[in-house]
């Protein structure tokens, strides 16, 4: 059992499921809360302050957590944040225009239809910054491929007479 959870873990994909779960459900309880009293109080926009609220909280969190155990960062890690921050501010923007969209447009105007349609959103934007991450915000620097440098110095057929003649 042991030789396939370290098998498992291996995979970002993995990693990322479950670090990244950890900080969406954290992320989605303190939006809940938001917005539930929010809402409770008849706050006007309260699922754009709840969205807010709770990515404020849950950035560094989730910056430390896929950095460490989901991606492995060894590049700069102001860098990294920064980069991290630029995908997740996006992430952040879409879900506010999302969610705009939901309960203004298609009249999703309930405490019950927020929380069903912030889900809904959350789970294509998991996807999402998952992508941007790996491809952006961690990327590994390009290396050689490897034996690459050794092909280069074989000398062709042609170099090799070349060299045996005095």
Known sequence: MRDVIAAVT????????????????????????????????QVPADYAIAITFSWIVSNLTSFLLQRRYVFRGTGRPFREFAKFTSVTFGSFLANLGLSWFSAEILGFDSAVQKLVSQLVVTVFLVIVTYILHKTFSFRKAVAEPAGMGAVENIPSPLEREDSSQP
Not at 18 to 29: D, I, Q
């Open 10 to 41: 291996r995979r970002p994909e993995v990693r990322y499921l479950v670090f990244g779960g950890l900080n969406t459900a954290f992320s989605y309880g303190l939006f809940t809360i938001a917005l539930l009293l929010l809402h409770f109080w």
